[in-house]
């Protein structure tokens, strides 16, 4: 395996807790190497601005783009560094965001024709986040090379052919099921019992999409404002007051684009929106002769657990692994114990990883909505918003983002099949964000017996 220093740790040392708590590990994600977060641009807050947009993520610079290419002004404000937050420290897996639910169950809760529409809907996610990075000429490795899902069991493997079937009809979904007998032509591993693959589904280097959306903002006269926090919105005539960290913006309209990080900034949201902690590691390099036979389709991929994991190949011809999954329960971020898990998972699924270093790890936030549908429209006070992908985010929040921007601007184009949905708010939030790792352990106790 790969030659390494004697204070980074192996997966092995991870997994097993033997890592030195001083090892060579960086805690950040993997994707700032090739796109370092950028300077703090230094320029004026300006004095007001068509659309106020509070977050940096995929949802602010999708809106941010489509409002500039339409005409109108848009003042990106961040908290942090821009892009400090999920949209570029998820794993870069791009879907239609259909995996929530099974189809039989979504028809269940929203009726045939809603959840037809919804689906549908989120194929044409998938489609718009491919015509974006080509019309832009973003180069970030977009590529479309499909999704493996592994079964954990055998019942799970009978449940997703099904659901796939139902998903051809319903809306058009192409997919495939690859028995266990011959799984090895998808990924190097015995622990599945086999799986689907949706060709169609795809990935990207997340750090280089949002440096791309970022440039072409900035090309386009808009502004992306780090350091630029709110703190309160004022309705006032003809718009709102945003205060910032910088000084007081007068804008016509503001779109809340904070997903994840979203705090008490509009209680309305606030309510509504649970975040959880997601958690990624990486590998070094991987030997040629061993990384080949681990997964030979260089698809995205996942398996059928309650508390799922995903990897995938990075991107280029770096032979990594970047492996993810719930971030370890009450553990610090900067603390090797916060990424045991991740380690565990990897060498269940490959154990040829086991001497292989882990050279970062790093976290992010997801933000869940109680009935697990994103969604956008309008507070009562009039602020527009976008939230909610509960971890499907990449293709949902750059979808999302450019349907509220339209529907800002008063364009019909902007309409959606979740524009009527009603959003409801957690029942008692604050339990329901603290219960979040409870809830985590039961479901990984069941998953390990087998319930």
Known sequence: MTSIGPSTPTAKELADGRAHRDAALAFRPYWWEAAPRPQISDDELPSETDVAIVGSGFTGLSAALTLLRAGRGATVLERNEPGYGA??????????GNQKFRVKRLIELRGREKAEALLREGVR????????IATEAI??????????RGAIRPEHYEAMARDMEDLRRLAGVESFMVPKAEQHKEIGTDIFEGGSVLPNDASLHPGLY?????KRIEEAGGKILGRSGVS?????????AVTTARGEIRARNVIIATNGYTDGLVPELTRRIVPIGSGLIATGEIPEAVFSALMPTGRMYGNTNRVFYYFRAAPGDQRRVIWGGRQ??????????????????????????ATVPITHAWDGLIGYTYDEIPHLGRTGSGLHYAVGYCGTGVSRATYFGH?????????????????DLTFPSFPVRPVAKRAVPVVETWYRVRDALNK
């Open 139 to 148: 180069d970030c490795h977009f590529n479309r090379c499909g999704r493996f």
């Open 210 to 214: 949002h440096a791309g959306l970022s």
């Open 232 to 240: 309160a919105i004022r309705p006032m005539n003809k718009g709102f």
């Open 403 to 419: 349907k509220i921007a339209l529907q800002v601007i008063g364009d019909k184009s902007g309409k959606t099949a979740f524009d």
């Open 125 to 132: 996610m998938l489609d718009y986040i491919e015509h974006l």
């Open 87 to 96: 949209s570029t420290r998820n794993g870069g897996q791009i879907g239609s």
């Open 328 to 353: 370890g329960r009450l553990a610090s971020p900067t603390s090797l114990r916060a990424y045991r898990h991740l380690a565990r998972d990897m060498l269940a699924v490959f154990p040829a990883l």
